[in-house]
């Protein structure tokens, strides 16, 4: 086993619909869009993560640009499986050893998951040289991320709003009590913001576009204490087919926004509705922790508390607190070996 152990490396894999993050030695060692662009002709994958991501929107019809997970789990087998072997094998450490190391990982998976999906996840994690596969379920990642002893019996609320998915879970004793995963969360803001934009300003925009819009004046409230400037916004005009550019303020994005985040808060209020007295307590004095990109949408914090009566607190550098938590977790194998799935 020692020899084996010095071979062997020791990953922490955050495997997002948006974003795919890696934790090698204790460091964010990739950090890149979850795309994979596709020469259609050869079939060859020609760019993955940023370099495919800035041609996204932008193609001709011989590159197709692919997103391999939708609603957090693995909708295009191939496409996951060689954008994770390139992500690996780009890894520095990595690239200086003569030979592709065995690979110790732990993957991070929605707690909505089947045992189908997950299966898939596995087999793609042993074809890039996984040795030992060990599965973590999202909320307790991110749980564990924030830096919260999910080993005690005291129970804690988390929302882990990614791209694809919004986990909502509440955890004790390193387990998840109950939980929800819902399939609103950034993916539809932005779908929500270019539905907003083609139905109000005959603008047509670009996922890219609407992302951008969504990350520099996407709000939850239309009342914020420190609001964002207006945006210009450029697109094609819907009824001429000429290039245009408009004003937009928060607001607008807030009315936009509004019908999706109404059933996150639905979501959330339908999981504190299943929670047992006791943790309900428990919950009370600790409030609810906010993870996920997706948590970092302005005001999203106080309409969550508003709408709980319950204070409301965003993990810190919040993007990263599922892969942390991950990573962790690995370092920490034999204490968290009850929560993995092997």
């Known amino acids: 086993m020692g020899f084996f152990d010095f071979l062997t490396e020791e990953i922490a894999i955050d495997l997002g619909t948006a974003n795919t993050l890696i934790i090698h030695n204790d460091k964010v060692v990739v950090d890149s869009p979850s795309i994979v662009a596709r020469d259609r002709i050869s079939g060859k994958i020609i760019a993955v993560g940023k370099e495919a991501n800035m041609m996204q929107g932008k193609t001709h019809e011989n590159i197709k640009t692919i997103r391999p997970l939708k609603d957090g789990v693995i909708a295009d087998f191939d496409a996951s499986e060689k954008m994770l072997m390139m992500f690996i094998k780009n890894i520095p450490a990595l690239k200086k050893k003569w030979f592709p190391p065995a690979l110790r990982l732990v993957i991070c998976i929605p707690s909505g998951i089947t045992e189908v999906e997950m299966r898939a996840v596995k087999e793609s994690a042993e074809r890039v040289n996984g040795k030992e596969v060990y599965l973590i379920h999202e909320p307790m990642a991110a749980a564990i991320g924030i830096g919260l002893d999910i080993m005690q019996p005291k129970g804690n609320m988390i929302v882990d709003i990614g791209g694809g998915t919004t986990e909502i879970a509440v955890i004790a004793l390193g387990g998840i009590v109950c939980d929800k995963s819902v ?39 239309e009342d914020l204490q420190s609001p964002p400037d207006d945006k210009s916004v450029q697109g094609r005009d819907l009824l001429t087919g000429k290039p245009k550019q408009v004003q937009i303020s928060y607001r607008e994005i807030a009315k936009a926004l509004d019908k999706s985040i109404l059933r996150v808060e639905d979501a959330v209020m339908e999981t504190l509705s299943q929670t047992p007295p006791e943790l309900a307590a428990d919950i009370y004095n600790t409030g609810i922790y906010l993870a996920g990109g997706g948590s970092m949408l302005r005001g999203l914090d106080r309409r969550l508390s508003q709408k709980t009566d319950l204070p409301v607190y965003i993990a810190e550098d919040p993007l990263r607190a599922v892969v942390r938590g991950t990573g962790i977790a690995l370092k920490n194998l034999e204490r968290y070996k009850s929560i993995l799935i092997k």
């Open 183 to 221: 399939k609103i969360a950034g993916d539809v803001f932005t779908n929500d913001i270019i539905y907003y934009m083609r139905t109000q300003h005959n603008l047509y925009v670009g996922e890219t576009t609407a992302e951008a819009i969504k990350i520099e004046i996407g709000s939850a409230t």
